[in-house]
């Protein structure tokens, strides 16, 4: 126990004070501190390198190190690792020199029939016994510096391998947490940044509660290493529109989809035959994945199409499959997740795969089932809907509906040739515009951009901002969030179901200790504090904009339409129709709330776009 206290100790003193300089020098826009001692004061990095790399470049062709946190096995967590995995076969095969930096037990593997370097790294303070993820996990780490250091380990691994096997021609970074930042700050050549999701963009649409510093950290960080690449890419032009918006980036972005290994990712070689027809979910059983929209479906499938089966994998932390209620058990089967290596054997062995989500920037799990040459039932939401051609390779259907899910599911299930047209034309899509060999030169063409441009955005960064899509004006959904309490009762039914009518995504801040649940709508507990509860709901909204009601507000059809299209129309912060008042996400971020004393004090720095004095 003395250990991990001066373990803690130790982060303390000498990477947190480091972490906070560098946050605070993004934000003033000046430079930030040197990172050389601290590099030196890192261990878990591993430096006995093998004296050549796993495959030299071949002439004309490139030195490109891949720096994400997931990659398969020890870390494939999920889209991350799967997009990094094919990237860098893909390059490989094309005769570049690749090396990724990723988490794991620190050492050095090589990947590809032996001409991909791995290098995992588990970086902690220099005499510690424990790494700064095992610091996180035990709850004395916020997750915010975590990533920051760990990124200072990837940069040491980057000096390790240039030293040994010479200098690289570009980096290719991912965005989340902004696990980049410590390459894109002091690497000195040309970098591209992979849009993943932001974390600040996803931080909305989480139920849990995010900590003081997470919300205050990752975002600058995120923000600075987006403004710092030389080259932006994503996966779909839906992120590409959220990221820009919320971020405020006039940078362009490339569209680069997610790859595909179609030669694994294949049909299988019998037809699917037998009375059942099987459909598939893989991925987390979380209301992000539209789960509870499945299995609300899952009964009106089963009662007009019986011969359904429904296979769902994926972790279950919340316990959802418990809610599942079907008159036959035995038509549904929950199974923990699976590798990546067993994932083909699902999709292969299914008729449907179902993609729920509420939102997704570009869901691996359509592009490996189309694959597999199985039709998808997918949503709108996101960027399923690039991948998946409605009508064509699948069935596209707006999120949130159950109705309009299980009517999709059952259309395919009883109609055998439209899934084995769906599933021919499915396969052909993936190998035409997703194989991996076809990623990688999309990607080798950016790296090139990136290596020819040469120059990189500023490190200074101003708070982020979410913002109105005036490109796609359907988009800026509304956030309605109801203050609710213990005396108020069939008040907060009424105001939920009214603000649904609207269109508006509900969330309920509860006054008290456990939060009772109302359908289609998050819920929150909270203190009776209303400046604290403002500084960690309001900042944190993905919905461009937000109402707050009370229990009992009169929310009239039509008035949030209204103040949608005002508020695009004129660009304000914020706009009042018929006594109801509609803001800007963009003007509660930068804001010091936890002082206010009411939600209308909050709402008045709100509007007006001004800090607390």
């Not at 590099?39 to 495959?55: S, Y």
């Not at 067993?342 to 989500?357: C, F, H, K, L, T």
């Not at 309009?404 to 084995?420: F, G, H, K, M, Y």
């Not at 950016?446 to 040469?454: D, H, L, V």
Request: hydrophobic share 40%; proline share 9%; with cysteine.
């Amino acid at each position: 126990m003395a250990s991990l206290a001066a373990d803690r100790e130790g982060v303390v003193r000498e990477f947190l004070d480091s972490y906070a300089s560098t946050v605070a020098a993004l934000l003033a826009g000046t430079p930030p501190p040197d990172p050389g001692p601290l590099l030196d004061r890192l261990d878990g990095i591993p430096t006995d390198l093998p004296a050549v790399p796993a495959q030299a470049a071949r002439p004309g062709c490139l030195n490109v190190a891949l720096v994400c946190r997931e990659y398969p096995p020890d870390t494939a967590f999920g889209g991350m690792a799967t997009f990094t995995v094919h990237l860098a076969h893909g390059l490989a095969d094309a005769g570049h020199r690749v090396a990724v930096i990723t988490a794991g037990e620190p050492g050095v593997g090589r990947d590809h029939d032996g001409r991909v370097d791995v290098v995992r790294i588990a970086p902690r303070a220099a005499g510690a016994s424990d790494s700064f993820e095992a610091l996180n996990r035990r709850g004395w780490l916020d997750y915010s510096p975590l990533v920051f250091f760990h990124s200072l380990g990837a940069l040491r691994a980057i000096r390790e391998l240039e030293s040994r096997h010479g200098p690289f021609d570009v980096l290719d970074l991912a965005d989340h947490c902004g696990e980049g930042i410590a390459p894109a700050l002091f690497w000195p050549g040309p970098t591209t940044v992979r849009l993943y999701s932001p974390w600040a963009l996803l931080a909305g649409m989480r139920d849990g509660q995010v900590s003081p510093g997470d919300a205050a950290g990752i975002p600058v960080l995120e923000s600075a290493l987006l403004r710092r690449a030389t080259v932006l890419t994503s996966p779909s032009v839906d992120l590409s529109a959220r990221v820009r918006t919320f971020f405020d980036l006039d940078a362009p972005i490339a569209i680069v989809p997610n790859p595909m290994d179609t030669e694994w990712f294949s049909p299988a070689p019998d037809e699917r035959a037998g009375p059942d027809v099987t459909c598939c979910f893989v991925g987390r059983l979380e209301e992000r994945k539209g789960i509870h929209d499945l299995l609300e479906c899952i009964p009106m499938v089963i009662e007009h199409a019986p011969q359904t089966r429904f296979e769902i994998i994926g972790s279950d932390p919340d316990g959802v499959a418990s809610t599942l209620r079907v008159p036959d058990p035995s038509r549904v089967r929950f199974r923990s997740p699976v590798p990546l290596t067993e994932v083909r054997a699902i999709y292969r062995s299914a008729d449907v795969a179902v993609v729920p989500s509420r939102y997704d920037n570009s869901p691996f799990t359509s592009v490996e089932a189309m694959a597999c040459g199985t039709p998808v039932v997918g949503t709108s939401a996101g960027g399923t809907a690039e991948y998946v051609v409605d009508g064509e390779t699948g069935v596209i259907v707006p999120p949130r509906d159950p109705e309009a899910l299980a009517q999709a599911i059952v259309r395919l299930v009883n109609d055998a040739p439209v899934r084995s047209r769906m599933g021919r034309a499915a396969r052909s899509r993936v190998v035409e515009t997703y194989d991996y060999r076809v990623i990688s030169r999309r990607m080798e063409a950016e790296y090139r951009a990136a290596i020819e441009n040469g120059e990189r955005g500023p490190a200074a960064v101003e708070p982020v901002r979410s913002d109105l899509n005036r490109l796609n004006p359907q988009r800026n959904q509304v956030e309605a969030i109801v203050l609710a309490g213990l005396e108020d009762g069939d008040l907060v039914v009424r105001t939920v179901e009214r603000a649904q009518d609207c269109g508006a995504r509900v969330t309920v801040v509860w006054d008290g200790p456990v939060p009772p649940s109302f359908p289609g709508a998050r819920t929150t507990g909270t203190s009776r504090h209303a400046g604290l509860d403002a500084a960690r709901l309001l900042p944190a909204l993905i919905s461009p904009c937000f109402v707050v009601l009370r229990a009992g507000d009169v929310v009239a059809p039509g008035i949030l339409e209204r103040a949608r299209r005002t508020l695009v129309e004129t660009g304000a912060s914020a706009v009042t129709v018929d006594g109801v008042r509609v803001a800007l996400s963009a003007a509660a971020r930068g804001l010091r709330l936890a002082d206010a004393a009411t939600w209308a004090d909050v709402l008045d720095r709100v509007a007006a776009r001004r800090p607390a004095t």
